[in-house]
């Protein structure tokens, strides 16, 4: 994945989460694993909206929060490697 800010990372997520969401459910014959691929995307989804909302607003809290977000995102890192596999998924379907 490439460098980006940390909400255009987790909208990208996001957004590829929907399609992959939308897919699945728009399957009538979807089968239990498609179902369970789906749910568990969604879980995925529901972090990533909560890790967006929860910036900090103290300075002290804000440089521990960028500490953490460059960690998350580095190319090897959780954001980096969901975006990975989300967007196989994606592509497989």
Do not use: Q
């Amino acid at each position: 994945m490439e460098p980006l800010s940390t909400a255009a990372s987790v909208i990208s997520i996001i957004r590829i989460s929907c399609e992959v969401i939308k897919y699945v459910s728009a399957d009538s014959g979807a089968t239990k694993e498609r179902k369970r691929l789906r749910d568990e995307v969604r879980a995925c989804e529901f972090v990533l909206k909560h890790l967006k909302e929860d910036e900090a607003d103290e300075f002290e809290e804000r440089e521990t929060w960028s500490d953490t977000i460059k960690v998350l995102e580095a190319r090897d890192g959780p954001l980096g490697r969901l975006w990975t596999d989300v967007n196989a998924v994606k592509t497989k379907l």
